[in-house]
């Protein structure tokens, strides 16, 4: 029985670690479910903990995966213990081997294990520009002195610079399927595994980068972009309804209604509750790094404007234009009418001018109903301006959210973030998953 | 009742009621878990596939009383739970007016509670299926207040005290997932996401439940329908019922098998959409989907 609460737990601990919320109280359920199920027939023992741990239908496959990781016959975790262990093994040669590598006078440089890791993927043309740097300063003299070992720490850090350029260079690791790695060895094997699982079954068009997305993927990815933009949709719709819920009772009306019946109040009225539905504003940003965002951005408004009526849509770069969607226009025909048009296609960006221009041409489509959407990875001219701007803009309004196409790992590294964040709600938003994430949270 | 319960016996309640299962779509283990653990179960799922049936099997296999609270935006406790009949409370104070002897406590008495279907369940003596069907469709304050109630299934009335279950209903909750449910609500419950049907189960539905259609017919609508449904990208998928319409308009015009020219008479059953139906025109048309059904039948014959 123990050895079934372990079990269970254990799992429940995966599940967690790879972003699906499970209460105490669900993992006693799957623990008392499993034990009116037939723990010798897999089926029922998998559908048990389904029906009791998973409650979104969207994290499905990472389930569906988890389970089959986590439940594999003892022969492949036999071969998975042993993989970890190469692995274990080859990382610490080329450890050893980058510290050998990396010295100055004979002495190892202190670095992290990350940035010896990352030197050991370094093409070689890339190592021996390192070693050749480190073996000419070992040797290097200063105003006609030999350098000596105090010079260690300003080696360190040239060395560090390199390191960043090629971590730069080349590229983010391949995602582990938006599953953040736990620290502990054998959970991050089996999280390996489900990621391995999951592009493998159902491709990484959900986890891509939305300006990596293969053509082959783009019917996938515009189905699921509608999808969501109708779910978005139905609930704005539905939440801000003009809702028959009632409020205090409404004297004047009771009493007048009381007339017909001599004077007894039969028929209670009462007050109805005022709601009003937000007016959404999106500002897109179309320069030439982010224009392969906004077209999947602006499908979604267009798929969000042909079910709910006062969606206001901009395009900027250097400039602002407005590219509001008709409703009943096919998108596809929408699209290069508005790319035709625009002078700002591809340009470069400048939200504060943008900013100037809908304050000056469109104040109408600011109200305090208004909400902001912004998409834009905040690499524009005059951010400090433009942040003022949105400062001011933000107390008029409802909310504004910006959707921003960089990593959060960057973040810290671009003061225009920072100055954003500051007067925005911003959100990581440059994949599907992050868009599906943004949408099923209480955004507005 | 769930002392007694085993998967076979559910199994077979099911089956006598004409609700078709597979051990894919994992319907029967999740509803025996629900009933063994005491839990409301959670039914979520495209409209039409069957969410709304599971309570009415429960009801029919346990010979339950099936009591039905349709949610609906703007619904509240009022609604849901009890009210006072205050127009009859005002009539009796206006019939009583000259005579003293009418006290408070008669006005709130239980001839003058109006019992909503949730204090309905509670209050049945025999056993209940309660069904809260379409639970997307209430606010999130509703929802909230739900789960309090199906946590303790007591509910306090100031003037009369408190109501317990004498005997715990079986609850079933239907979602079309228009809205993401508070995570609160989906902790208490047994969760069960039921699917459009593979080709062999809607084979298997039809046969339940239009038997009059010959075998041939059967097989053929459900794999056009299967086709329709993955070959392409429509608004809205056809359901079950609407596939039993499909059908059901293709005996009355006593067609023996799928052809081109039946598809496009009848259609409209099935695809209610203009754009659907733009698109089946565009992409597929009758003459292919029923080359494909063919294509698929014969593979079929040959495995």
Known sequence: MQELDLRVTNFVHLLRVMGIRISVAETLDAIKGLTYADLGDRAQVKAALRATLLKNMDQLPLFEEAFSSYFSPPEVKGQRHAQRQEVEQVQAREISRAESELQFQGESLELTVEQKQLYSKLPEEGKQRIQDFLQRSSEGHKLGEKLDVNFKPIIENLVRGQLDYWKRQLGEETPLFDLVPSGEDEMDDLLREVADSLREHHGNYLYEDLKNIADKDLPKVNSLIRKLSKRLASRISRRYHSSKRVGRLDFRRTIHSSLSYGGTPVELKFKRRPRSKPKFLLLCDVSGSMARYASFVLQFIYGLSSALKGIESFVFSEDLERTTFVRGQNFEESMVKIMNRSQEWGGGTNLARSLDTLLAHYPDAISKDTVIILLSDTKTLEARRAALQLKQIGEKVKQIIWLNTLPRKQWSQHKSVREFDRVSRMFECYTLAHLEKIMSSQFV | ?303
């Open chain 2, 1 to 303: 009742m769930a002392m007694d319960l085993t998967l076979d016996s559910l199994a077979r309640s099911f089956s006598e009621t004409g609700y078709v299962t597979t051990e894919d779509d994992q319907i029967l283990i999740t509803v025996y878990l629900a009933l063994k653990l005491g839990k409301p179960l959670l039914v979520t799922g495209a409209p039409g596939v069957g969410k709304t049936e599971i309570a009415k099997v429960l009801s029919k296999a346990f010979d339950a009383e099936l009591i039905r609270l349709q949610c609906y935006e703007g619904l509240d406790e009022h609604k849901a739970l009890y009210e006072w009949n205050y127009q009859r409370q005002l009539l009796r104070i206006q019939m009583m007016k000259d005579s003293e002897c009418l006290a408070e406590k008669d006005l709130f008495s239980p001839d003058y509670l109006l019992a909503r279907p949730l204090l309905k369940a509670i209050q049945n003596s025999g056993p209940t299926v309660l069904l809260i069907d379409e639970i997307d469709k209430t606010d999130e304050e509703f929802e909230a207040f739900l789960f309090e109630v199906l946590s303790d299934f007591q509910v306090s009335i100031p003037e009369l005290g408190t109501v317990s279950a004498q005997q715990i209903p079986m609850v079933v909750l239907t979602s079309n997932g228009e809205r993401e449910l508070s995570d609160g609500l989906k902790r208490r419950c047994i969760f069960l996401y039921v699917e459009l049907p593979s080709v062999d189960k809607e084979y298997k539905i039809i046969r339940a439940k239009v038997p009059e259609a010959g075998e041939k017919l059967s097989r053929q609508v459900a794999q056009a329908v299967s086709l329709l449904r993955s070959g392409l990208d429509l608004r809205k998928q056809p359901s079950i019922a609407e596939t039993l319409d499909w059908i059901r308009a293709m005996m009355a015009l006593e067609a023996e098998r799928l052809t081109p020219e039946l598809i496009d008479k009848t259609l409209n059953l099935l695809l209610k959409n203009k754009e659907d139906r733009d698109g089946f025109e565009k992409n597929l048309g009758s003459e292919d989907l029923v080359d494909q059904v063919l294509q698929a039948e014969y593979k079929n014959a040959g495995r």
